[in-house]
């Protein structure tokens, strides 16, 4: 029995040899198998690549790599958000750390390792997970391309005086994504685990050029410049005061510092608006005729505040805190000094001229004289009117006059101014004949062979008066000269009328005589003006229209 037994136990370690030899030979024919081929039971992806080779794990790879490539990458930092795909953010499936798992998965350290994975390897399925890799350049350029990468501007300081007081913009500070953010965080999410990724990256500060400290120092700087100026203009001193100085002040920056400057267009407008009344007055321009020949005297041109370039010049003198009075440069109100407005009168050539004679030598040839002198280089625009009587008032001795003879009620009697009737008659026939309208006049009561028949005008104070009306388009100036024995009135302007007297009858009213004078006046445009002036002449000194006898005033 016991021999038996001991048989039996012989058997059985034999058999057990033979199994463990049998075993080891089949563990060392399978892994000679197996030495370029996946270990058994090995799946990537949920694909079965046991007993694969590499190009195995490559298919299973390239199968998996278009779901991963659409996966969602989401970039998320403070007031942006990028969506993008893990293609587009450089994120793949590691194709190298897969394959070395898979091959890895079924290997051991050590003979017993060895064997006991191989063993596992008969019953047990070992799943490999997918690897990912980050290329970092196209999350780069992701980034650094994205148009929303500058999250916030940097505002420089800065300051102006426009609108009042002084306007402060503080210095902000900027914000970015800095790519090398994005690309450390995505990194890590890519180690952690399979995609989609959401990473949250903090913005990088963009700093301003100048600081809070910059600022202090320039608004310190524009305090002092904002101090009252005393300026001058035309001989004329004016002031600024502090707070409209302030309200040109600007900050720039100059060789890299911010700093207080005064804006040109905003100080040129101040002072040509506070100053507009320190303009000098337009002079008349001055027409005299000198033997026949016409001259203009444009007088001084006038100036007015002011010349380009004063910001400068006032910014000199609130930088150097000068307390003087700044002399400030003017331009001409006229570029030409008043040509353009002198020759817009129109004056420039005799239009027409009359002369009646006289006794040289009578107290009348004074008053005559004294009147063509005060008239002489008056000036009718367009549309203006002329009455001598108010132009040059009651004749006085104290305003140049004598006594002469004047006809009243029929009868000649002497009185201060006589004589100026020749005056009217002479300047009566030049307006005539140069086309002005005559509003009102009153010829000589009895006709004196001096002058044309019918063609005349007495004067006295306040009546009969003389008034003219220019109706051309163009000024007319009157020029009245004389010599001894005659007076002569000369109208200037630009031809515009053509002027012809173009008959005359008579009739009798009474025992006086009506004298009808017509005349035509014909435009540029071919319009004629027809028209009339009339006397009415007494059959005699001291004879009314019935022959009468009129009072003598002086009795």
Same mark, same amino acid.
């Given at each position: 029995?016991?021999?038996?037994?001991?048989? #039996?136990?012989?058997?059985?370690?034999?058999?057990?040899?033979?199994?463990?030899?049998?075993?080891?030979?089949?563990?060392?024919?399978?892994?000679?198998?197996?030495?370029?081929?996946?270990?058994?039971?090995?799946?990537?992806?949920?694909?079965?690549?046991?007993?694969?080779?590499? +190009?195995?794990?490559?298919?299973?790879?390239?199968?998996?790599?278009?779901?991963? *490539?659409?996966? &969602?990458?989401?970039?998320?930092?403070?007031?942006?958000?990028?969506?993008?795909?893990? *293609?587009?953010?450089?994120?793949?499936? !590691?194709?190298?750390?897969?394959?070395?798992?898979?091959?890895?998965?079924?290997?051991?350290?050590?003979?017993?390792? $060895?064997?006991?994975?191989?063993?596992?390897?008969?019953?047990? +399925?070992?799943?490999? /997970?997918?690897?990912?890799?980050?290329?970092?350049?196209?999350?780069?350029?992701?980034?650094?391309?994205?148009?929303?990468?500058?999250?916030?501007?940097?505002?420089?300081?800065?300051?102006?005086?426009?609108?009042?007081?002084?306007?402060?913009?503080?210095?902000?500070?900027?914000?970015?994504?800095?790519?090398?953010?994005?690309?450390?965080?995505?990194?890590?999410?890519?180690?952690?685990?399979?995609?989609?990724?959401?990473?949250?990256?903090?913005?990088?500060?963009?700093?301003?050029?100048?600081?809070?400290?910059?600022?202090?120092?320039?608004?310190?700087?524009?305090?002092?410049?904002? /101090?009252?100026?005393?300026?001058?203009?035309? $001989?004329?001193?004016?002031?600024?005061?502090?707070?409209?100085?302030?309200?040109?002040? !600007?900050?720039?920056?100059? !060789?890299? *510092?911010?700093?207080?400057?005064?804006? =040109?267009?905003?100080?040129?407008?101040?002072?040509?608006?506070?100053?507009?009344?320190?303009?000098?007055?337009?002079?008349? &321009?001055?027409?005299?005729?000198?033997?026949? $020949?016409?001259?203009? @005297? #444009?007088?001084?041109?006038?100036?007015?505040?002011?010349?380009?370039?004063?910001?400068?010049?006032?910014?000199?003198?609130?930088?150097?805190?000068?307390?003087?009075?700044?002399?400030?440069?003017?331009?001409?109100?006229?570029?030409?000094?008043?040509?353009?407005?002198? @020759?817009?009168?129109?004056?420039?050539?005799?239009?027409?001229?009359?002369?009646?004679?006289?006794?040289?030598?009578?107290?009348?040839?004074?008053?005559?004289?004294?009147?063509?002198?005060?008239?002489?280089?008056?000036?009718?625009?367009?549309? +203006?009117?002329?009455?001598?009587?108010?132009?040059?008032?009651?004749?006085?001795?104290?305003?140049?006059?004598?006594? =002469?003879?004047?006809?009243?009620?029929?009868?000649?009697?002497?009185?201060?101014?006589?004589?100026?009737?020749?005056?009217?008659?002479?300047?009566?026939?030049?307006?005539?004949?140069?086309?002005?309208?005559? =509003?009102?006049?009153?010829?000589?009561?009895?006709?004196?062979?001096?002058?044309?028949?019918?063609?005349?005008?007495?004067?006295?104070?306040?009546?009969?008066?003389?008034?003219?009306?220019?109706?051309?388009?163009?000024?007319?100036?009157?020029?009245?000269?004389?010599?001894?024995?005659?007076?002569?009135?000369?109208?200037?302007?630009? &031809?515009?009328?053509?002027?012809?007297?173009?008959?005359?009858?008579?009739?009798?009213?009474?025992?006086?005589?009506?004298?009808?004078?017509?005349?035509?006046?014909?435009?540029?445009?071919?319009?004629?003006? $027809?028209?009339?002036?009339?006397?009415?002449?007494?059959?005699?000194?001291?004879? @009314?229209?019935?022959?009468?006898?009129?009072? =003598?005033?002086?009795?």
């Amino acid at each position: 029995m016991g021999r038996k037994i001991a048989r #039996l136990g012989g058997r059985l370690a034999i058999a057990a040899l033979l199994a463990v030899v049998l075993v080891g030979v089949a563990y060392g024919a399978d892994r000679w198998m197996h030495r370029d081929r996946v270990g058994r039971n090995v799946t990537v992806a949920g694909f079965v690549v046991g007993d694969g080779a590499a +190009e195995d794990i490559g298919r299973v790879l390239r199968a998996e790599g278009p779901g991963v *490539a659409n996966m &969602p990458v989401t970039i998320r930092t403070e007031g942006l958000v990028i969506e993008t795909t893990a *293609a587009k953010a450089g994120v793949s499936i !590691d194709e190298a750390a897969v394959e070395a798992a898979a091959f890895d998965v079924r290997s051991g350290e050590g003979l017993v390792d $060895e064997f006991s994975t191989w063993w596992e390897s008969l019953f047990d +399925e070992a799943e490999v /997970s997918l690897a990912y890799e980050l290329d970092p350049e196209p999350l780069r350029r992701l980034v650094e391309e994205h148009p929303g990468r500058v999250i916030r501007h940097p505002e420089e300081p800065s300051f102006t005086g426009n609108g009042g007081g002084l306007q402060i913009t503080q210095p902000v500070q900027g914000a970015y994504l800095d790519a090398a953010d994005v690309i450390s965080s995505l990194q890590a999410a890519v180690a952690a685990g399979p995609p989609p990724y959401t990473v949250d990256v903090a913005p990088t500060a963009i700093p301003t050029t100048h600081t809070q400290t910059d600022l202090s120092a320039a608004l310190a700087a524009a305090d002092d410049l904002a /101090s009252r100026l005393i300026v001058r203009i035309n $001989e004329r001193n004016g002031i600024v005061g502090a707070e409209s100085v302030r309200r040109w002040i !600007d900050s720039e920056v100059i !060789d890299g *510092a911010l700093t207080p400057v005064f804006n =040109d267009e905003r100080v040129q407008t101040s002072i040509q608006t506070l100053f507009a009344d320190y303009a000098e007055p337009l002079p008349e &321009p001055k027409f005299t005729v000198d033997e026949g $020949e016409l001259h203009v @005297d #444009l007088g001084v041109p006038a100036r007015t505040c002011c010349a380009p370039g004063v910001s400068s010049i006032l910014f000199e003198a609130a930088a150097a805190n000068d307390v003087g009075a700044v002399e400030l440069p003017t331009v001409l109100v006229e570029d030409d000094g008043g040509k353009a407005r002198a @020759d817009a009168f129109g004056i420039k050539e005799m239009i027409s001229t009359f002369t009646t004679k006289h006794s040289c030598c009578q107290n009348r040839v004074v008053n005559i004289q004294r009147i063509a002198d005060l008239v002489r280089g008056q000036i009718l625009e367009p549309g +203006e009117t002329l009455s001598i009587n108010d132009f040059i008032g009651r004749r006085t001795r104290a305003n140049g006059f004598v006594s =002469d003879g004047v006809i009243q009620s029929g009868h000649f009697i002497d009185e201060v101014g006589g004589g100026i009737s020749q005056f009217a008659t002479t300047t009566f026939n030049a307006a005539f004949f140069a086309g002005l309208d005559i =509003d009102e006049y009153q010829s000589h009561s009895i006709y004196i062979s001096r002058y044309p028949w019918g063609r005349e005008a007495t004067l006295s104070f306040p009546l009969p008066d003389l008034e003219i009306t220019n109706v051309a388009p163009y000024a007319v100036m009157l020029w009245p000269t004389y010599t001894k024995t005659s007076i002569t009135v000369e109208m200037w302007s630009t &031809p515009y009328f053509e002027v012809e007297q173009t008959r005359q009858t008579s009739y009798k009213i009474g025992r006086c005589t009506r004298v009808n004078t017509y005349r035509e006046r014909t435009a540029p445009d071919g319009t004629v003006l $027809e028209d009339l002036v009339f006397a009415t002449y007494r059959p005699g000194e001291g004879l @009314d229209c019935n022959g009468n006898p009129t009072p =003598d005033p002086e009795g």
